[in-house]
């Protein structure tokens, strides 16, 4: 009884930090976000993990409400790297390669105003069954220095980043957040299902 208390807590504290956190993000400033969006995609791409990836997952921004990533897709493709990005059916979120930013642009909008490949499309290559990813680029709603993460409450990508250490113990992915300012926070309420990440980058960290 004393755990399921435990664990309705943890829940209870979850729902009410996402809604300060999203108050948060969507008082901020358009230019503030473009410009933690700037310098954030500078210290991505000359990181060291970035720099040697191969295969990258990258997820496909919401628009004014997280750090903008598509300009990194667009250098990810242009320096030769394969990239792979989410897909989302029911429960389930896989990621599926994109092969330039022509290819990008074509892809379906969902309701959330964000890409995505087709429910219908077969053809396209998924990352954990062509050999893993060297680096995942993590999206969340708050997320603390030391890696824990708060995301939207659905699971995602904490199941596909339990599955791709699981089937890649020796090579497990190298995991990313990227963040605004405001979205850091001191502590998170986690449980064992929450993945901690490798790294957490904001426009203010070192």
């Given at each position: ?5 435990n ?5 209870n ?8 956190i999203?108050?948060?993000i ?6 503030d976000?473009?410009?933690q969006?700037?310098?954030i ?15 990258i997952s ?8 997280e ?12 320096s ?11 429960d ?9 930013m022509?290819d ?13 490949p087709?429910?219908?499309d ?7 069954v ?9 999206p ?10 708060l995301?939207r409450?659905?699971?995602f ?35 064992d ?7 957490v980058?904001?426009?203010?960290s070192?």
């Open positions: 009884a004393e755990y399921m208390g664990v309705n807590m943890a829940a504290l979850k729902v009410a930090l996402r809604k300060e999203k108050k948060k969507s008082s901020l400033d358009i230019k976000k473009v410009r969006s700037g310098v995609y500078k210290k991505v791409i000359s990181h060291d993990v970035y720099k040697k990836c191969h295969r990258i997820y496909l921004s919401m628009p004014n409400s750090v903008d990533t598509i300009p990194l897709l667009a250098d990810a493709l242009d030769g790297k394969q990239c792979f990005v989410p897909r989302y059916v029911g389930a979120m896989d990621m599926l390669r994109v092969h330039s022509e990008y642009l074509a892809l379906p909008t969902t309701r959330w105003n964000i890409k995505q087709a429910d219908d077969p053809s396209r290559e998924e990352a954990l062509t050999g893993g990813l060297d680096l995942i680029l993590v969340g709603l708050a997320f603390t220095a030391g890696g824990k993460r995301g409450g659905r699971g990508y904490d199941r596909y980043i339990l599955q791709s250490r699981q089937l890649f113990p020796d090579n497990p992915p190298y995991t990313l957040a990227l963040a605004f300012n405001e979205q850091l926070v001191v502590d998170l309420p986690t449980h299902a929450d993945m901690q990440l490798d790294q980058l904001t426009a203010g070192q």
